[in-house]
């Protein structure tokens, strides 16, 4: 089975080929991204009628590059999938009406695919992961955890009740003058800074529950900044060093709640960290110890499947396919979209662990 992928909901266009074999092993036959991070870095952050024009202006031949690369055409296609939400509603509606079109024009079902289960099922194209298992969402829109029990089927386990990590990231790395985006900026500058000049408390440690909060994290670096005054490159990069050790603690602390969580109900052996801020080295190393300690493997898939892209939309669509999982052309695109349902709106709300 052959699927093409359409990913369109944020600041990336792109567009990928996927195959998956009878034992339901997986084969990237090609992969596409654009990033529009050029286009958005003069305004500081996304500006989201800036992003769908470019996927607009982006998207046809950006597939034409992955079923060319793919050496596949639409006959040899089982099903094309996208984006259907959440996300920047004008960048979904493009990846979502190109997809329809698609499929009406060539006759193949279309797979309307949640970005987040995107983010879900890329380690078991990866890594062979099984369900189920436990997921750890760090990207710039969310920070969720949640057990994952099949292809659809989440429990949310703990989320965010302010900012993203990525979020706060971004937010931190302006405040240090350190450019957008801000994550790897962050990150590049604390690899010189010294962690324990500036003790920031972290956030929600030891609290009960598996939920996350950052805000109060970044009003205590907009203050250390305030003091400071003016900034050196050390200061920067201390303040950056700080920052980071303390979200990490702040995420490995939830973490380890959510794997006692995890096992009272589950008898998975895998743990599971996407989203762009996935690509942080520190957290990537204090994940993996916090999984050694707690006999859990630790599994990232590589640093490009983990940011925005393609592949895991095809290879999500490709899941959904072998279940028979396909969606009407009237199918709507979705700002808001949360894999788990039943999950309380309020966060935390209803959550013991
Ligand atoms: O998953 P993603 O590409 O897009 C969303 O769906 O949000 O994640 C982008 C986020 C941004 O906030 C970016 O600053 C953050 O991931 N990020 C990082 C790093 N690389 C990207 N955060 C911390 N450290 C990094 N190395
Ligand atoms: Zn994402």
């Not at 329809?100 to 983010?119: D, S």
């Not at 080295?281 to 859990?296: I, S």
Request: charged share 20%.
């Amino acid at each position: 089975m052959r699927v093409l992928g359409i990913e369109t909901s944020c600041d990336e266009t792109a567009a990928a080929v996927v195959e998956a074999g009878p034992d339901g092993s997986g084969r990237i036959l090609s992969q596409a991204v654009l990033s529009q991070i050029s286009d958005h870095r003069p305004y500081g952050g996304i500006v989201p009628e800036i992003a769908a024009r470019a996927h607009l202006s982006h998207l046809d031949r950006l597939i034409t590059t992955a079923m060319t690369e793919a050496g596949v055409d639409f006959a040899d296609l089982d099903a094309i999938a996208a984006t259907a939400g959440p996300g920047l509603i004008g960048g979904v509606l493009v990846g979502v009406s190109t997809a329809k079109a698609m499929a009406l024009a060539t006759g193949k079902p279309f797979i309307a695919v949640n970005h987040l289960e995107g983010h879900a099922l890329t380690a078991r194209l990866t890594d062979g992961v099984a369900f189920p298992f436990l997921l750890l969402l760090v990207s710039g829109g969310h920070c969720q955890l949640l057990a994952v029990e099949g292809v659809g089927r989440y429990r949310r386990l703990g989320t965010t009740v302010d900012d993203a990590a990525g979020e706060a990231f971004d937010k931190v790395a302006k405040m240090l003058g350190l450019g957008y985006p801000g994550g790897p900026a962050v990150e590049r500058a604390a690899k010189d800074g010294n962690p324990a000049r500036f003790a920031f408390t972290r956030p929600m440690k030891g609290k009960p529950g598996c939920d996350f909060s950052f805000s109060g994290l970044k009003t205590a670096v907009r203050i250390a900044v305030e003091q400071t005054g003016t900034l050196s490159p050390r200061d920067a990069a201390d303040l950056a060093a700080s920052f980071q050790a303390a979200l990490v603690e702040s995420i490995s602390d939830r973490v380890r709640r959510a794997v006692t969580a995890f096992r009272e109900k589950y008898d998975g052996t895998d743990f599971v960290v996407s989203g762009g801020v996935a690509a942080n080295t520190a957290l990537r190393m204090q994940l993996e110890k916090t999984c050694a300690t707690a006999g859990l493997r630790f599994v990232a898939p590589p640093l490009a499947l983990c940011t925005d892209n393609a592949v895991m939309i095809a290879w999500a669509g490709l899941e959904r396919l072998r279940l028979g999982l396909t969606d009407p052309l009237d199918t709507k695109a979705r700002p808001r979209w949360p894999l788990d349902p039943d999950a309380p709106a309020r966060p935390g709300a209803g959550v013991k662990a």
